[in-house]
């Protein structure tokens, strides 16, 4: 029990120590540009953790975060480099948009479920485009992800600038989802958070105690034994890029379903990239996901007070969000601790 | 069986552009004229992709690369007034980053895919916060008209009147394919990426010649990087090179690592993107923007489930190199 404690313990040293070092980087460049880091920080956290409000703003902003983190984690597991959460996730959101306009006098109680289905639905069907050309061509998850996330952003915008576009309207927008899809809120905290915390350990528990999840384990740590062992590569990679695309699907959707009630291009920027900071500071473990979401959604939601108040641009948050993400993953800080740990990696190459 | 695509490839292209020349010889110059500064980021970006893995190492973050030096020789450029200057610092900061990636992928053996995605999220963050508005650079690099070859009837308006940045790119893309496949540091830097231990059993410093090449491939990155915000555009806005680092990956297998064939493989991205921008001037065909802009991403992943599974990557890519491992 004791030996527990201390693993784990130890694999909270390098993310803790990582976030303190980019924080010292962080400061250095805010006060280079002439403003004062100490109040930047102090602004940062006490709007993200010190009220009520605050920590509610904070959770609202890490669902969709602790959700396409699990979609790049559940991926990352497999042996996959799933960098399209964002395209996945954009299509969810869209798709769950249609379903909540276009569906009228649905009790909520069918309403939402059959929105989230659409975009869990809509996100996987992304993915899997990837998923099969890894497992049947041999082409690289990285390039078509990101090809992928380019292609459904145009076609996004272009679905939400003529097919589906709000009538009159002179902005490139969908119309407004029924009041029967909106996921509410409970005791002032939003509903959707709940949704993805059930969601993670949904995820942990396949990890743990299923077959799917040994299979998924067993490839993404070594391909060829997995495979000897006589596991199907093809059908792990489909279905775990399936599992992320569904996950960062739904992500799509709850944003759309409990905050923005409608699908408009410019929303959703960045949530899906985020989640591959996320899950990189989790180290891929899914109940891990859910800290380093809240602190991610957190740092986002009060970059624009501390903007107000500390007089430092927004863009700070994603230059110390790259900077914890280098110190996480690169093994210098394991060098210097003196410790053996396992660093992340995939199969590199291009055609395995 | 390769000779032969090839040639069909090159007598089919030829006979085409001889016939729409004999149709309409002012567009169809127009149209392959500015095919070239379409394809030259791609072509320059993918031959990063070349350096980099035929010696072994996977380098995902040429992206990031391109968009740090083109931030970097932009604003200096504009500080600085002195777009020459800004150049000189695009490509050292190219420079930089292929040391950064060097020393993550040979001297920390970190997982090379991570690696890069890693520069791609940094240099996203660096370049977005650091952004300024309202900065300019005095102009962009001018074109050159060349005496002789500007006056070839049909040919010589294509190939004159391109800026320096893209002459010196032409000239270093078939520099390497001499230097890759002529030269003694060709054959070592190709037998690194396929064999590292007989290479090194052979006397050749593995970790050395995959640093030297890395950083060198920045340079080229940062070149790239640099062609974009100094001479195609004249501007810089966040995350504006779009992907290119990417489509140069897919470019890059396409042709097949090698610098000519990977040079073609950009013409003909370049081609498809300047004859949709024809046709959409033309009103012949009415397609959404959106859909003009998905053009590229679409043929990436068109060409890379065609040509992947034909094509054989270098064979000791993407692993580290451990002096001990027998």
Redesign the interface.
Same mark, same amino acid.
């Given at each position: 029990m004791a030996m527990m404690q201390r693993v784990k313990l130890q694999s909270l040293t390098v993310p803790l120590l990582s976030l303190l070092i980019a924080f010292l980087f962080g400061s250095i %460049?805010i006060a280079l540009q002439g403003s004062d880091p100490l109040l930047a920080y102090q602004v940062l956290f006490t709007k993200a953790f010190g009220s009520i409000e605050g920590i509610a703003t904070t959770l609202a902003k890490a669902t969709p975060l602790i959700l396409s983190g699990l979609a790049v984690a559940i991926c990352l597991r497999a042996g996959l480099?799933n960098?399209g959460a964002q395209g996945q996730l954009i299509s969810g959101a869209l798709a769950s948009a249609w379903a909540g306009y276009s569906f009228v006098g649905l009790p909520f109680l069918i309403h939402i479920p059959l929105a989230l289905l659409f975009g869990a639905f809509f996100g996987s069907l992304v993915a899997l *485009?990837a998923g099969l +050309?890894k497992a049947y061509?041999? *082409?690289h998850e *990285?390039? /078509?992800t $990101?090809? +992928?996330n #380019? $292609?459904v952003i145009? =076609?996004a915008?272009?679905l939400a #600038? /003529?097919p589906f576009k709000e009538p009159d309207q002179p902005i490139t927008r969908t119309p407004k989802i029924e009041e029967s899809a909106r996921i509410p809120d409970i005791f002032g905290l939003p509903f959707g958070f709940f949704i993805a915390i059930a969601i993670s350990v949904a995820f942990w528990w396949l990890m743990r105690r299923t077959t799917t999840g040994f299979r998924i384990e067993t490839i993404g740590r070594n391909r060829s034994a997995g495979w000897y062992a006589g596991i199907s590569v093809k059908r792990v990679i489909i279905s775990s890029m399936l599992l992320g695309g569904a996950t960062a699907g739904i992500a799509g959707a709850v944003e759309t379903l409990s905050i923005t009630g409608r699908f408009e291009p410019a929303f959703n920027a960045g949530l899906g &990239?985020d989640g $591959? /900071?996320v899950a %990189?500071l989790a180290r891929a473990n899914p109940l891990g996901v859910i800290p380093a979401a809240i602190l991610i959604g957190g740092m986002r939601g009060a970059a624009s007070t501390m903007q107000f108040r500390a007089g430092v641009?927004p863009?700070?948050v994603? =230059?110390? %969000? !790259? +900077?914890i +993400? &280098?110190f996480v /993953? !690169?093994?210098?800080l394991l060098r210097l601790l003196k410790r053996k740990e396992e660093? $992340? @990696? %995939? #199969? @590199?190459?291009? @055609?395995n | 069986m390769r000779f032969r695509l090839s040639y069909f490839v090159i007598i089919t292209s030829i006979l085409l552009f001889a016939y729409f020349y004999s149709q309409n010889s002012i567009v169809t110059s127009s149209v392959v004229f500015t095919a070239i500064p379409f394809a030259l980021p791609l072509a320059l970006a993918a031959m990063v992709g070349v350096m980099c893995e035929r010696t072994g190492i996977v380098n995902i973050g040429i992206e990031g690369t391109m968009l740090v030096s083109a931030f970097t020789a932009f604003f200096l450029g504009a500080i600085l007034k002195n777009i020459s200057a800004g150049l000189f610092v695009g490509i050292m900061t190219g420079v930089l980053v292929g040391l950064l990636l060097s020393v993550m992928t040979i001297t920390w053996k970190m997982d090379q895919i991570i690696a890069g995605v890693i520069i791609n999220i940094m240099a996203a963050g660096i370049t977005s916060f650091l952004y300024r508005q309202n900065y300019s650079i005095p102009s962009t690099f001018t074109p050159i008209d060349i005496p002789v070859i500007g006056d070839i009837p049909v040919v010589g308006p294509i190939i004159s009147n391109h800026g320096p940045i893209t002459y010196l790119g032409i000239i270093f893309i078939f520099g390497l394919w001499v230097a890759l496949y002529k030269t003694p540091w060709g054959l070592r830097s190709r037998s690194v990426g396929e064999h590292p231990s007989s290479a090194d059993t052979a006397g050749v410093s593995v970790v050395r010649l995959r640093y030297i090449n890395v950083t060198i491939a920045g340079a080229v990155g940062g070149l790239a990087g640099s062609y974009l915000a100094l001479e195609a555009v004249g501007i810089f806005e966040r995350g504006f090179t779009a992907g290119k680092g990417f489509t140069a990956l897919a470019i890059m297998i396409f042709g097949r690592w090698n610098p000519l064939g990977a040079f073609a493989a950009a013409l003909f991205f370049g081609l498809s993107q300047a004859v949709t921008n024809q046709l959409m001037i033309d009103e012949v065909v009415q397609i959404p923007q959106q859909f003009v802009t998905m053009l590229p991403y679409v043929l990436t992943i068109l060409i890379l489930a065609i040509s992947a599974g034909k094509v054989r990557p270098p064979a000791a890519e993407g692993i580290p190199y451990e002096k001990e491992k027998v």
């Open positions: %460049l480099f960098i *485009v +050309l061509r041999g *082409v *990285v390039i /078509t $990101i090809m +992928l #380019s $292609i145009a =076609l915008d272009y #600038s /003529t &990239f $591959i /900071t %990189l641009a863009e700070i994603d =230059l110390l %969000l !790259a +900077l +993400l &280098f /993953t !690169a093994p210098i660093g $992340i @990696s %995939l #199969s @590199s190459g291009w @055609s | -």
